[in-house]
Structures are given as C-alpha cells and as structure tokens.
C-alpha cells in the first residue's frame, strides 16, 4: 500500500514554495498527495494550478494578529472550527506523515495532527519563527530551521537546520535561452530586480527613477508584480514583467545581479545559484520584522548588501548598487563556501523516517 502525506501552508507564496518543491519528488517516488489550506488563500491558487490532480482542501483559519482588531475575538472560534475541520480531512485520507510549513491555516492542521496522533514535520524559513510556527511548535514532532541562528530559539532535542530546500527546476537554467527570450546580448551585465510575490511598490519607483542612469551599466529584467507594469517605459535594455513563470530558471541563469527583498525562500535560491544580490527588506512598519533579520544574517556572512528601505533614495539606490557591482567577485567566493542545505532527497529520506 503506498504510503500518504499531507502537506498545509499558506498565507503568502513563501508559505508554499518549499510544498510545492517536495510534492513531484514525493509524486515520482508513488506516495499519495493531499494538500490543506484556507480556500481564499494564495495556496488555493499556486496548488490547484500546479497539481490539478492533487486533492485540495479548504478549512477554516483564523488570522493570527499582533495588533489590536475586533476579529481577535472571533478568531479563536475559526481556528478551533479549522481544528475540526483538519480533524475531519485527517481522518478521512490517513496521511503518514504532515509536512507544515507555516502561515496562519497551518496551526489548525498541526494541532489536528497531535489530536490523531499523526508525525509533523514544520519547516521555519525565517530567522525568527513566525507566530503561527510558534503556536505550532508544541504539536510538533519535528522542526527544520533554514537559518541556523534559528535552532537555538526552539527546542533543542526536536530541532534541525536543514537550509532552504530549493526548487530543482531551478538549476536547469539555461543562459543562452534566457538570452534569446529577451533578446539581450553578452556584453553587458543584467540584473534582475524583484519584489516579492506582491511586487514592491518603493523598489519599483527607485527602478524607474534610476532607469537612464542603471542602463549605461544594465540590461534590466523587472519582475514588477501583478499590475505594477508602467507601459510608458520603453526603453531598450529594459523588460517588465508582472511575474515569470516556467522560464525564470533561464532568466535567473543569465542574471549577474539581483535586487529582491529579503523573503527566505527567494535570497536562499539566489544563494544557491550564487547570484550577489541587494536586499531590500520589508518595513518593520509592513511586516514583523523577519526580512530584516534575514537580511541581515546574508550581509554577516558576505552574501549581500541590505538597504533599508526608509533609507532608499535615488542616491542610495545608486550607490548600493555600485558597491554591489565592484564587490561581485568577493560575494561569489562567499557564497561558494557556504554550508549545504539539504536536498530535496534529504528532505525526503527524512520525512520517509518520520512516516508512522
């Protein structure tokens, strides 16, 4: 009989690359798939546009809030609605094993798991674990780190820095393709300028006050995010896109540089493909926090250079990314000496281990 796992994660893309990384590995070795997330989420979407055929299930989750809001007092009542709901999907697909890898709609599953006495993995992409991570841990049976600042913050006899588990279609770029796909030529070096699965409204406009001044050193590939495409701009050397799909590995082959913000899963997939890159973190105004840190831990090691972004202006735009430009050669060697993260196969063998 094949064996099951059920994955859960959700809430931003972040929340379910790693998933979506693990679930053809898992499909190819004839494991049985199911998926739980929230049905309004951006799981939904990426899951059932990946994997078709791969039973999704919608739950209810509550939003795990730091801030005041009335919603806080309801809340609870939809995580424990999520709980019952998990309970019920568990029960009916018999999974072997849970993979979680947080967001909010993880915590009802996770909790659910402990209830039905199933193993769960959770895998934490941040230096600090996020909130819904945090509530999870407990019901746990086995945590992977991606920073190993992180395992000293959890518990020690159940804790492991696995790295970031990257994507493998990511290393079948091919330069010369993503040359011919956007018509750019070898003499001049690219960068590619991201802003996370929202886009980035503040990193956009630096982009295109800048524009005259980067495209005397660039070529220009602009993931931009959905909407955020200005079709004013036309100049050559320089290509927006909402967002890239199925050749981003050959965009990402022919890239030297790369200006991103700081989510965990993107700056450990630049590091494995060595990729020097100018990290521009979310706001603690924006977030909790967690790019900073994770910025922060890649400029200690020699990966990258962080600019905050209440300190972006043209002008320190401009200069970060001369200094990113003359440092390329110190960022590389850097990079090449950095620890090995797991593979996907790692991942595998140890989720096969867990498997009751």
Same mark, same amino acid.
């Given at each position: 009989?094949?064996?099951?796992?059920?994955?859960?994660?959700?809430?931003?893309?972040?929340?379910?690359?790693?998933?979506?990384?693990?679930?053809?590995?898992?499909?190819?070795?004839?494991?049985?798939?199911?998926?739980?997330?929230?049905?309004?989420?951006? &799981?939904?979407?990426?899951? /059932?546009?990946? #994997?078709?055929?791969? %039973?999704?299930?919608? *739950?209810?989750? @509550?939003? !795990?809030?730091?801030?005041?809001?009335?919603?806080?007092?309801?809340?609870?009542?939809?995580?424990?609605?999520?709980?019952?709901?998990?309970?019920?999907?568990?029960?009916?697909?018999?999974?072997?094993?849970?993979?979680?890898?947080?967001?909010?709609?993880?915590?009802?599953?996770?909790?659910?798991?402990?209830?039905?006495?199933?193993?769960?993995?959770?895998?934490?992409?941040?230096?600090?674990?996020?909130?819904?991570?945090?509530?999870?841990?407990?019901?746990?049976?086995?945590?992977?780190?991606?920073?190993?600042?992180?395992?000293?913050?959890?518990?020690?006899?159940?804790?492991?820095?696995?790295?970031?588990?990257?994507?493998?279609?990511?290393?079948?770029?091919?330069?010369? &393709?993503?040359?011919?796909? /956007?018509?750019? #030529?070898?003499?001049? %070096?690219?960068?590619? *300028?991201?802003? @996370?699965? !929202?886009?980035?409204?503040?990193?956009?406009?630096?982009?295109?006050?800048?524009?005259?001044?980067?495209?005397?050193?660039?070529?220009i590939v602009h993931i931009c995010g959905k909407g955020n495409i200005e079709p004013?701009?036309?100049?050559?050397?320089?290509?927006?896109?909402?967002?890239?799909?199925?050749?981003?590995?050959?965009?990402?082959?022919?890239?030297?540089?790369?200006?991103?913000?700081?989510?965990?899963?993107?700056?450990?997939?630049?590091?494995?493909?060595?990729?020097?890159?100018?990290?521009?973190?979310?706001?603690?105004?924006?977030?909790?926090?967690?790019?900073?840190?994770?910025?922060?831990?890649?400029?200690?090691?020699?990966?990258?250079?962080?600019?905050?972004?209440? &300190?972006?202006?043209?002008?320190?735009?401009?200069?970060?990314?001369?200094?990113?430009?003359?440092?390329?050669?110190?960022?590389?060697?850097?990079?090449?000496?950095?620890?090995?993260?797991?593979?996907?196969?790692?991942?595998?063998e140890e989720l096969t281990s867990m498997a009751k």
């Amino acid at each position: 009989m094949s064996k099951h796992i059920l994955f859960t994660g959700g809430g931003s893309a972040g929340h379910v690359t790693v998933n979506t990384a693990l679930i053809p590995f898992f499909e190819k070795k004839g494991w049985d798939i199911s998926y739980i997330g929230s049905r309004a989420g951006i &799981e939904n979407e990426i899951i /059932t546009d990946q #994997f078709p055929h791969i %039973p999704f299930y919608g *739950i209810s989750s @509550g939003k !795990l809030r730091r801030y005041f809001s009335w919603k806080n007092f309801t809340d609870p009542f939809l995580v424990m609605k999520g709980v019952m709901d998990a309970l019920s999907v568990i029960r009916k697909t018999k999974p072997d094993i849970i993979f979680s890898k947080g967001g909010f709609v993880s915590v009802p599953v996770v909790m659910a798991a402990k209830i039905a006495g199933i193993p769960v993995a959770i895998h934490e992409s941040d230096v600090t674990p996020g909130l819904a991570n945090k509530l999870a841990v407990p019901f746990a049976t086995k945590i992977f780190t991606t920073f190993p600042e992180t395992v000293k913050a959890l518990p020690e006899n159940k804790t492991l820095c696995a790295g970031s588990i990257i994507r493998e279609e990511l290393f079948t770029g091919d330069d010369k &393709e993503g040359k011919r796909l /956007t018509g750019y #030529f070898d003499q001049k %070096p690219i960068l590619m *300028i991201m802003g @996370g699965s !929202l886009g980035a409204k503040k990193i956009n406009e630096s982009v295109r006050e800048n524009l005259k001044e980067l495209l005397k050193s660039f070529q220009i590939v602009h993931i931009c995010g959905k909407g955020n495409i200005e079709p004013s701009f036309k100049e050559q050397g320089y290509k927006q896109f909402e967002f890239i799909k199925g050749e981003l590995p050959h965009y990402l082959a022919m890239t030297d540089f790369v200006i991103s913000r700081a989510g965990s899963n993107s700056i450990f997939e630049f590091l494995a493909l060595k990729k020097p890159m100018l990290l521009i973190p979310l706001s603690r105004e924006a977030s909790r926090g967690d790019q900073i840190l994770n910025a922060n831990s890649f400029v200690k090691q020699g990966f990258a250079l962080k600019l905050e972004e209440e &300190e972006l202006t043209p002008q320190s735009f401009m200069e970060k990314v001369k200094e990113l430009q003359s440092n390329k050669a110190a960022f590389i060697k850097n990079m090449e000496k950095a620890p090995k993260a797991y593979t996907i196969q790692d991942m595998y063998e140890e989720l096969t281990s867990m498997a009751k």
